[in-house]
């Protein structure tokens, strides 16, 4: 299982960016989809997280600004950012909670993270 992210660069703040992500390989099925963030010399940090069902919960920092959403049917995850701020600037990472099979537990599986750069 792979997860592909894309979308990262630098704008201005005030800026929008949209992040993707998508998952591949042997799936069976998708629990939990969500982008993390890490800004140097800071700990990973929740961002936001999708259910398989839709609900959404976002970090205080993100919430009126970001918007999580999912499509199913291409395993993918996307990341609506608008009014950027420079506290923004992190690497953003994606992850998915998923099955590789009906018989194997739930594991989670990272992207390579995307760096967004967001300038004053």
């Known amino acids: 299982v792979q997860l592909q992210a894309s979308g990262g660069g630098l704008v201005q703040a005030g800026g929008s960016l949209r992040l993707s992500c998508a998952a591949s390989g042997s799936i069976f099925s998708i629990n939990n989809m969500g982008w993390y963030r890490q800004a140097p010399g800071k700990q990973r940090e929740l961002v936001a997280r999708?259910?398989?069902?839709?609900?959404?919960n976002y970090a205080d920092s993100v919430k009126g600004r970001f918007s999580i959403s999912r499509d199913n049917a291409k395993n993918t995850v996307s990341l609506q950012m608008n009014s950027l701020k420079p506290e923004d600037t992190a690497v953003y990472y994606c992850?998915?909670?998923?099955?590789?099979?009906?018989?194997?537990?739930?594991?989670?599986?990272w992207g390579q993270g995307t760096l967004v750069t967001v300038s004053s």
């Open positions: 999708i259910t398989s069902g839709d609900s959404t």
């Open positions: 992850n998915a909670d998923l099955k590789v099979s009906s018989g194997w537990p739930v594991q989670r599986f």
